[in-house]
């Protein structure tokens, strides 16, 4: 079945280090891939997505590029703060099980200053 | 409100008792979806909702659970007899016509089992 594989924290960064966040996928047919995050306190939130092989989602300085060939969509960020401490979810949904959201185990990031 | 809310957000109880988990999504939003999180894992699929009718229970663990959406806005997921391995936090999600649209999270409630 269709699932998502992801790095395992918890991750520990000083402030302006690269980031990295791996995500692996199995799926059938098309899926779009996603990377939620969690802020502590707070509900998961939609930090990027890419539909199709290719495509690179962003926002807020972190970006991920859906890799067909490596069946990967890992997590990047140049230079990450005190504030992207969270915890990052990568999740799918494929085509052929069009309702049904596949998240990983999370992935849990401490940014210290 | 303009998120998605649950209610409540703490629920304890006692094994073989009954409990509802109430959700209000995002007004205008078609699609609402159940997950359960147990510590250390992301969201498991349960239940999707477009509308008023269940269009896939297939996360459903067993006949324990069941959910509601009578019309088409709040959901209640119902658990009947529950046991200490129910013990999770139970997320609500919705989006906008379902597929691979933004889904919104609620804050989850977390229900203890004893």
């Known amino acids: 079945g269709d699932s998502v594989t992801q790095m395992e924290g918890p991750v520990t960064l000083s402030e302006e280090a690269f980031l990295t966040i791996n995500c692996t996928y199995t799926?059938?047919?098309?899926?779009?891939l996603f990377w939620y995050v969690q802020y502590p306190g707070e509900g998961l939130q939609l930090l990027l997505k890419a539909t199709k092989a290719d495509d690179k989602g962003s926002n807020k300085g972190f970006e991920a590029t859906y890799r067909k060939e490596t069946t990967s969509f890992h997590l990047e960020k140049g230079s990450v703060q005190v504030s992207d401490s969270a915890v990052y979810f990568c999740?799918?949904?494929?085509?052929?099980?069009?309702?049904?959201?596949?998240f990983g185990t999370g992935t849990s990031l401490t940014v210290i200053p | 409100g303009a998120g998605v809310s649950q209610t409540p957000s703490n629920k304890v109880t006692e094994k073989g008792k009954y409990v509802e988990l109430r959700c209000d999504p995002i007004?205008?939003?078609?699609?609402l979806y159940w997950y359960r999180q147990s510590l250390g894992q992301g969201p498991e699929f349960l239940i999707y909702?477009?509308?008023?009718?269940?269009?896939?229970d297939s996360g459903l663990p067993n006949d324990r659970f069941f959910a509601v959406r009578p019309e088409g806005s709040v959901s209640t997921l119902k658990i009947q007899r529950t046991e200490r391995g129910d013990s999770a936090v139970y997320l609500c999600a919705s989006s906008l016509s379902g597929g691979d649209d933004e889904q919104f999270f609620g804050p989850g409630t977390r229900l203890t089992v004893l």
């Open positions: 999740a799918l949904i494929s085509s052929n099980t069009g309702n049904q959201f596949y």
């Open positions: 799926a059938t047919g098309y899926p779009s």
């Open positions: 909702f477009q509308g008023t009718g269940a269009a896939d």
């Open positions: 007004s205008g939003h078609t699609a």
